[in-house]
C-alpha cells in the first residue's frame, strides 16, 4: 500500500487575491493558511514590510500600516520554507460591504437603465462573496474580484455598484464592494449568538429557534 502526505499550500485569503482593493488610511489585516507551523513569514505590500509568525495549524495574519490611496501594487507574503503567495493588481481606496436580502442582491444586468453607456472603470471593483449556510463564525469568504467593464459589472450587485459609482465619482479614489446579500434571509442569521442575547428579540428568536431545532430531533 502507498502512503502520501498531502502538503500545504500557503495562501491568502479569498478576498486577497488579484485585482484586490483594500482600505486606504487604516491598519490592514491580512490572513492566510498553509504555513510551516511557527515559521516566520514576511509580508510585502505599498513599500511597506512586516512580519509575523505562523499558527501551529498553518494559519498567519499581519497588521500592515496604514496606506494612503493609490495602486496597482502587488502584495506578497514569502518564508523560507513555506514559499510564497500575492495577489497582484491590488488597489488602495474605499471598501464597503453590501449586504442584505434581495433587494442588494439584484444583480445590474437585471436593472433598468443598468451600467447604461457609462465606461469601464479599472478602479471600481467588486468581490462577490459564494453564500454558505453553517453554524459559528468562518475565518474564510469565498468568492472572487471583477472590475468594472462593461461584461464583468452585470454580475455586480445593482446598487452596490450604483453607490460605488458614485464614491468614486466624488472621491476619486479606488473603491472595492464586497457583495454579500442573500435573498429572503433575516438578519438574526447574519448575527452571533451573543450579539443576540444582547436584546429581549434576539433572546426571543434563539428560544424560537432552539425550540424548532430541539422538534425536529424528536421527530
Same mark, same amino acid.
Given at each position: 500500500?502507498?502512503?502520501?502526505?498531502?502538503?500545504?499550500?500557503?495562501?491568502?485569503?479569498?478576498?486577497?487575491?488579484?485585482?484586490?482593493?483594500?482600505?486606504?488610511?487604516?491598519?490592514?489585516?491580512?490572513? !492566510?493558511?498553509?504555513?510551516?507551523?511557527?515559521?516566520?513569514?514576511?509580508?510585502?505590500?505599498?513599500?511597506?514590510?512586516?512580519?509575523?509568525?505562523?499558527?501551529a495549524?498553518g494559519?498567519?495574519?499581519?497588521?500592515?500600516?496604514?496606506?494612503?490611496?493609490?495602486?496597482?501594487?502587488?502584495?506578497?507574503?514569502?518564508?523560507?520554507?513555506? !514559499?510564497?503567495?500575492?495577489?497582484k493588481?491590488?488597489?488602495?481606496?474605499?471598501?464597503?460591504?453590501?449586504? !442584505?436580502?434581495?433587494?442588494?442582491?439584484?444583480?445590474?444586468?437585471?436593472?433598468?437603465?443598468g451600467?447604461?453607456?457609462?465606461?469601464?472603470?479599472?478602479?471600481?471593483?467588486?468581490?462577490?462573496?459564494?453564500?454558505?449556510?453553517?453554524?459559528?463564525?468562518?475565518?474564510?469568504?469565498?468568492?472572487?474580484?471583477?472590475?468594472?467593464?462593461?461584461?464583468?459589472?452585470?454580475?455586480?450587485?445593482?446598487?452596490g455598484?450604483?453607490?460605488?459609482?458614485?464614491?468614486?465619482?466624488?472621491? !476619486?479614489?479606488?473603491?472595492?464592494?464586497?457583495?454579500a446579500a442573500?435573498g429572503?434571509?433575516?438578519?438574526?442569521?447574519?448575527?452571533?449568538?451573543?450579539?443576540?442575547?444582547?436584546?429581549?428579540?434576539?433572546?426571543?428568536?434563539?428560544?424560537?429557534?432552539?425550540?424548532t431545532?430541539?422538534?425536529?430531533?424528536?421527530?
Amino acid at each position: 500500500m502507498l502512503f502520501g502526505t498531502i502538503l500545504a499550500v500557503l495562501a491568502l485569503n479569498p478576498p486577497f487575491c488579484d485585482h484586490a482593493v483594500v482600505q486606504r488610511e487604516k491598519t490592514l489585516t491580512v490572513w !492566510g493558511e498553509g504555513a510551516v507551523a511557527g515559521e516566520r513569514l514576511q509580508l510585502d505590500f505599498a513599500g511597506a514590510r512586516t512580519w509575523t509568525k505562523a499558527n501551529a495549524d498553518g494559519t498567519f495574519r499581519f497588521l500592515v500600516p496604514p496606506q494612503k490611496a493609490g495602486g496597482p501594487f502587488e502584495l506578497k507574503v514569502s518564508g523560507a520554507k513555506s !514559499g510564497e503567495a500575492s495577489a497582484k493588481d491590488v488597489l488602495v481606496g474605499e471598501v464597503w460591504l453590501c449586504s !442584505g436580502q434581495s433587494n442588494m442582491a439584484f444583480l445590474m444586468r437585471d436593472a433598468k437603465p443598468g451600467w447604461d453607456d457609462r465606461p469601464d472603470d479599472a478602479q471600481l471593483r467588486c468581490f462577490t462573496v459564494t453564500n454558505r449556510y453553517g453554524f459559528g463564525v468562518s475565518a474564510s469568504a469565498e468568492g472572487g474580484w471583477l472590475t468594472a467593464t462593461r461584461e464583468e459589472v452585470k454580475r455586480f450587485s445593482a446598487v452596490g455598484g450604483c453607490f460605488a459609482a458614485v464614491l468614486r465619482r466624488e472621491l !476619486g479614489v479606488p473603491v472595492g464592494i464586497l457583495f454579500a446579500a442573500n435573498g429572503g434571509t433575516m438578519v438574526e442569521s447574519w448575527t452571533s449568538e451573543a450579539s443576540l442575547t444582547k436584546t429581549e428579540a434576539g433572546r426571543r428568536a434563539l428560544a424560537t429557534y432552539a425550540e424548532t431545532l430541539r422538534d425536529r430531533l424528536l421527530r
